[in-house]
């Protein structure tokens, strides 16, 4: 063979140079690229504290007879990006029982997802979709009632004179409570 057909050979320093240059390129460009999505993914994990317990109402503002007032619950909601403070996030009926405690029922209705009233000269919570009738403790008066399960009892906490409620919706039509 001719040594002019023979092709140059190429250098091994040269080769690793090359090799070097790409992998620091790759590097310079895969660090900056992975930081910037987990900053934009970020805030889609997080859960924005949802069933943290929030200022509801003061205990002067309920009845020693036990009597229910209907609340709104105003919280900050976190979604994915945004933080908007105190809007509503749904209801409940505070009712104080003996011995300082404060009972809590989330509004909606364990059926169909209706909210139930109070009615004060019945002494019960109805459900005006279906009929259903509960007790002041929460328990389903009419054993012919549609709904699965009784009201939806939340936890309370008073402290410094402020009722706290950890608020939470769960599912409708279940006999069971699941967080929704």
């Keep these: 063979m001719d040594p ?5 050979q190429p250098d ?3 080769f690793i140079t090359k090799a070097c240059a790409l992998t620091a390129g790759a590097v310079a460009v895969a660090v900056p690229a992975a930081s910037g999505l987990f900053v934009l993914l970020d805030p889609l994990g997080r859960k ?17 007879d036990g009597e229910p007032r209907k609340f709104s619950v105003l919280a900050t909601r976190v979604d994915a990006w945004n933080r908007t403070p105190n809007v509503p996030i749904g209801a409940v009926y505070l009712r104080r029982q003996p011995g300082g405690k404060v009972q809590a029922f989330n509004v909606v209705c364990p059926h169909a997802g209706c909210f139930v009233d109070y009615v004060a000269g019945a002494k019960h919570y109805l459900c005006p979709c279906h009929n259903s009738s509960f007790s002041p403790d929460g328990r389903i008066q009419d054993p012919k009632s549609p709904s699965p399960r009784g009201l939806d009892e939340l936890e309370t906490e008073v402290r410094d004179g402020a009722v706290f409620v950890r608020y939470l919706n769960f599912r409708a039509g279940e006999k069971d409570k699941v967080q929704a």
Excluded: M, N, T
């Design 4 to 8: 002019k057909d023979v092709p140059p």
């Design 48 to 64: 924005g504290g949802a069933g943290e317990p929030v200022r509801v109402a003061s205990l002067e503002a309920l009845p020693e």
């Design 12 to 14: 091994r320093r040269e």
